[in-house]
């Protein structure tokens, strides 16, 4: 398993120019590991809608690196939005799901089928470009450079331990973060 | 006995004109025909989803990235979407125009179908301004709509009936 703070952090060293919509478990955890909050959106509300919201900005910006901080719960709130995005097909959208089994931020309980879901196999079934899947911290260190820079939508499962204690950072809302990111996007695209 | 609707393609043509980028849709038979002359324009990317919370969200991505999407579902699918509606486009204030199929809709007899009885109540609970399309005598309504929800920077829906 691979601490999801350090997944993070690795992801983080590598997110360049990107935008990163973070959710629930990521969303806490980005926080302090952001290098450009400005191009940050912590994703709140909307029950699983990360990935869409992420897809939305993916098309909207086609030339600008998108990377979904996703959950297994959420993404199984949302399971649709898999087939959606390999539909529309970005190849600027890379989409990592935290598989840690359990609802993190609600104390713990475990998600449906928890540790028997494949989600790396519903991605590629789905129709992802390509699906990935990692336990181990220095593999996944040593493939992202690479994944990052694949033709999208790419998935990337990272297996993650069950903490059942949330993230000690807080929850910012999301009226902020997307102002925010706004303001960010803007000041991006008139400086090029 | 077909039923009385607005044109297709007319009201194509006054999405065009707003200036819309993008439909972001889920199928529905009340509104069915609407598909093929969707299919066949260019000038607005079909974003087809498979449930309908998820149109609001690609739709909030969409207008953050600078462009201006509108969401076509039905009102069964509007009543699936309700949290995406609060968490995102209510709170966030988006100048979101939301294309509802108005499923149980009837000119001249009240609705016995709940899908009809409970829309117009949920959106003015929700403040929600909506405007009625039951044929191309009621297409001055869109631009009025995208006006409304581009000033007030908040949805706004257009129910379109086919009875």
């Known amino acids: 398993m691979i601490d999801s703070f350090e997944a993070l952090r690795v992801i983080s060293q590598h997110r360049g120019e990107a935008i990163v919509v973070a959710t629930m478990t990521a969303n806490r955890e980005w926080v302090p590991l952001s290098t450009r909050r400005d191009l940050d959106c912590l994703f709140t509300g909307a029950m699983g809608k990360a990935s869409s919201f992420g897809l939305g900005l993916a098309l909207a910006l086609p030339e600008h690196k998108v990377i979904v901080l996703d959950g297994d719960g959420s993404l199984l709130m949302n399971l649709g939005t898999l087939v959606t995005i390999a539909h529309m097909a970005p190849a600027n959208l890379a989409h990592f799901v935290f598989e840690n089994g359990i609802y993190r931020t609600t104390k713990g309980q475990p998600v449906p089928n928890a540790g028997r879901t494949n989600f790396k196999g519903l991605a590629e079934a789905a129709g992802y470009r390509r699906s990935y899947e990692f336990s181990d911290l220095e593999k996944f260190r040593a493939a992202l450079e690479g994944i990052l820079s694949e033709r999208g939508p790419v998935f990337i499962c990272l297996k993650v331990p069950p903490t059942a204690t949330p993230p000690p950072y807080p929850m910012i809302q999301l009226a902020d973060t997307v102002a925010t990111l706004a303001a960010g996007l803007k000041r991006l695209y008139e400086k090029r | ?163």
């Open chain 2, 1 to 163: 006995m077909a039923g009385q609707h607005v044109t297709a393609a007319r009201l194509l043509e006054e999405l065009k004109k707003c200036g819309f980028t993008h439909i972001v849709w889920l199928a529905d038979g009340e509104t069915s025909f609407m598909w093929e002359a969707m299919t066949r324009q260019r000038e607005m990317t079909l974003v087809p989803v498979c449930r309908e919370g998820e149109a609001i969200a690609i739709a909030a991505g969409l207008l953050l990235g600078g462009k201006k999407p509108l969401v076509f579902h039905q009102n069964t699918g509007f009543f699936e979407s309700g949290d995406s509606v609060r968490g995102l486009a209510l709170d966030l204030k988006l100048p979101l125009l939301l294309l509802i199929s108005y499923r149980g809709w009837k000119r001249n007899a009240p609705s016995t179908d709940s899908a009809a009885i409970y829309l117009e109540p949920i959106l003015d609970t929700w403040g929600i301004r909506h405007y009625l399309l039951t044929s191309d005598e009621d297409l001055a309504n869109v631009a009025t709509a995208e006006k409304e929800a581009r000033e007030a920077s908040r949805p706004v829906a257009l129910l379109i009936t086919n009875e």
